[in-house]
């Protein structure tokens, strides 16, 4: 069975850091596009980073570009979120997903929820003012 699980989510003061990690057992994700999205209360879920299993090439949402960064260890078979800068807004359920790695090429797939076959049950950052 499929399993995607987040970790490393908390309360953090504006202008901290904090690093998300997500476990992928179940399958290798080699060919997988791996993606990090976020949702806070009352809004949609959106697309915050993604990187291709295979080649590591990463894509960013604009807000979180020169802040955020995915990175992803394939021995550990394990996704990072380093998350630097932090500010209010980031405050979300922040959730790892995996896609199959031909959304890579899409710009618009893969900020898109239903484009990613398995997801994880989220890990809560809260970011202080």
């Known amino acids: 069975q499929v399993q995607l699980v987040e970790s490393g989510g908390g309360l953090v003061q504006a202008g901290g850091s904090l690093r998300l990690s997500c476990a992928a057992s179940?399958?290798?994700?080699?060919?997988?596009?791996m993606g990090w999205f976020r949702q806070a209360p009352g809004k949609e879920r959106e697309f915050v980073a993604g990187?291709?299993?295979?080649?590591?090439?990463?894509y960013y949402a604009d807000s979180v570009k020169g802040r955020f960064t995915i990175s992803r260890d394939t021995a550990k078979n394990t996704v990072y979120l380093q998350m630097n800068s932090l500010k209010h807004e980031d405050t979300a359920v922040y959730y790892c997903?995996?896609?199959?790695?031909?959304?890579?090429?899409?710009?618009?797939?893969?900020?898109?929820?239903?484009?990613?076959?398995?997801w994880g049950q989220g890990t809560q950052v809260t970011v202080s003012t």
């Open positions: 997903a995996a896609a199959p790695g031909g959304i890579r090429y899409n710009s618009v797939a893969r900020t898109k929820p239903p484009s990613y076959d398995y």
């Open positions: 179940g399958r290798t994700f080699s060919g997988y596009f």
């Open positions: 990187i291709s299993w295979n080649s590591g090439s990463t």
